[in-house]
């Protein structure tokens, strides 16, 4: 109350109630909005002091409603996701790296397999791949940290590993207890985590590619038809500059080293995370700069689009592809985006900031999958 009143702000009707699993909410009617430096203020004071969320509805007068932030214990929960995913990623790595150094062999048919060099790549596969994800997190966690909304994380999600057809893991994810306080704080939170993982991911796809050896395009076709090796048919833009920085020589092709497939699919899963989805990175971006129906027709519109390239590229690898992320999507928005996105925890915030739309775009383009 101290502080509405240094505001200039009176408090005319005062609610509270019980909501089920979430606790005692309390509603205060004021009888003018607050400005976003002092919702700010407000809002720090209120998440360090009491450890409840403080929302400002666009209501006619407007409402302070302050949700109190449920914290768990999510340490054993982190550890055991963790060493999970670890082994289904090393396993991947191992597998990836013994499929490509037998290949190796089969060109150069003097070529030993050491059993140590495919532990080792795999170990640095593994450390690598964490490293990129565990960036990516953190970038969400910093600018948690400076907005001031309350997060828990990371939890990395293991996955079947390449020998059962999937990759290793599905990523990191941090959860969010309480919503960023302006639309700007919301924005820097969506960009933040795909931005230092595409670095990471760009640094080790160009060492990647750098490792990469390149083969005559006729003897690929020769491995690719006999079944030894697979051709990839799409690829991310950022991976396409970096196959053309290496400067490949005519007639030639190249065998992407571990670390570049690293890259390949951290590139792929940040396009999917940038897509303007629900509670997906893209989705918070997006939501920043609009309502919450148009953010919804956006989504719907992302959903269509992607299924249409994919008909469009059918009989493609990229075809293929993109069918599958429309299924992916469509699943996702039923599971997780069954509810509008509740935008930034001041209803009334205008901070925009068109720099962060600026990146956003760029990652897109950058992250896009094309035919190759």
Partial sequence: MKQLSRAGRLATHIKDYTVEKTGKVFDIVINERLDEKVFNEIYSYIVDKYSYMILQLRTDPPTLRLIPIRKGNPK????ILLLTTIVTIFLTGYGITISFYELLRRINNQLVINQLVIIEWSIIYT??????????????????????????????????????????TLGAVISMKSLPPTRRDLAKLGISGPLFGYIV???????????????????????????????????????????????????????LHPLAFISFIIFIVTFLNLLPIGQLDGGHV??????????ELIGYFIIISTAVTGVFLLGTMAGQYYIALSIILVIFKLL?????????????????????????ILLIVLTLPLPV
């Fill in 76 to 79: 054993i929960k982190q550890i």
């Fill in 286 to 295: 997006v939501r920043s700069f609009t309502t919450a129906y148009t953010h």
């Fill in 201 to 255: 991911a760009l640094i080790i796809g160009f060492i990647g590619v750098m490792f990469s050896p390149t083969i005559p395009i006729s003897m690929s076709r020769e491995l690719v038809e006999s079944g030894q090796a697979s051709e990839i048919g799409f690829m991310p833009l950022t991976m396409i500059l970096l196959l053309l920085i290496r400067n490949i020589s005519s007639g030639n092709t190249v065998l």
């Fill in 127 to 168: 450390a690598l791949f964490l490293f990129a994800l565990g960036f990516h997190e953190f970038g969400h966690m910093f600018s948690s940290k400076k907005s001031g909304v309350i997060i828990e994380g990371p939890y990395f999600i293991p996955a079947p590993p390449i020998q059962l057809g999937f990759i290793g």
């Fill in 336 to 360: 997780f985006g069954r509810h509008p996105h509740p935008g930034p925890a001041n209803q009334f915030s205008s901070s925009k900031d068109y720099s962060i739309l600026l990146a956003y």
